[in-house]
C-alpha cells in the first residue's frame, strides 16, 4: 500500500533560536566550468580567475575561484536550514580569508544569531545568521552574515508544489 511521506520544509521563523548552529548536509566540490562560466556573467575581466599562467605570476598555485561563485555556493548550501521560506534581506561584513581554487570542495555552517518579528510584516520575521564556508581540509574560506525575511508556519504560502497526478 502506498503511503505518502511528508518531506523536509525547511524550518520557519519560530524554529530559529539565537545560538543554533546548522552545517550544510553536503558539500559542493568547485569545477572549472562554475569559476568561468560565473566570471563571465559577471563581466569579471580579472584574468586570475581564468588564465592559468596569470594566476601563477600573481602568485597563485592554479586559476582562483571568483569570490562571487565562493558566495553563491556557500550561501547555496544553507539554503535548506536557514532560507528555505523567507528571502534575503542583506549581507553584512563579508570577508575573504582563504583562496578558493578549482577542486575545492566547499561546506557551510550558520550560526543564529539575531531573531526578532518583523515590525511591518507580522505574518513574518527577521532572522539573521553568521555563516562561514568551510573548504575539504577545514579551513574557513568566507565568513560573513545576513539577514532573512522568513515566515512564520501559520502564515506560510502553500508548501506542496507537487503537480496532482491525474490517474487514468
Do not use: C
Request: hydrophobic share 35%; net charge neutral; proline share 3%.
Amino acid at each position: 500500500m502506498r503511503q505518502l511521506k511528508e518531506g523536509w520544509k525547511g524550518r520557519f521563523f519560530e524554529d530559529f533560536h539565537i545560538g543554533d548552529v546548522y552545517q550544510s548536509r553536503i558539500g559542493r566540490t568547485v569545477n572549472q566550468y562554475d569559476n568561468v562560466t560565473f566570471t563571465l556573467l559577471s563581466n569579471n575581466t580579472n584574468q586570475i580567475h581564468f588564465n592559468s599562467q596569470y594566476a601563477e605570476r600573481a602568485g597563485h598555485k592554479k586559476q582562483l575561484v571568483n569570490s562571487i561563485v565562493t558566495l553563491a555556493i556557500v550561501a547555496g548550501l544553507g539554503v535548506t536550514d536557514v532560507s528555505e521560506n523567507g528571502f534575503a534581506l542583506g549581507w553584512d561584513q563579508i570577508v575573504l580569508l582563504t583562496p578558493v581554487y578549482e577542486g575545492d570542495t566547499l561546506y557551510s555552517e550558520s550560526e543564529v544569531v539575531e531573531v526578532r518579528p518583523s515590525k511591518t510584516r507580522p505574518s513574518q520575521g527577521i532572522v539573521k545568521v553568521r555563516t562561514r564556508g568551510i573548504n575539504q581540509d577545514g579551513k574557513i574560506v568566507i565568513d560573513y552574515v545576513r539577514s532573512v525575511m522568513v515566515w512564520k508556519s501559520e502564515f506560510a504560502p502553500l508548501q506542496s508544489t507537487f503537480p496532482i497526478i491525474q490517474e487514468t
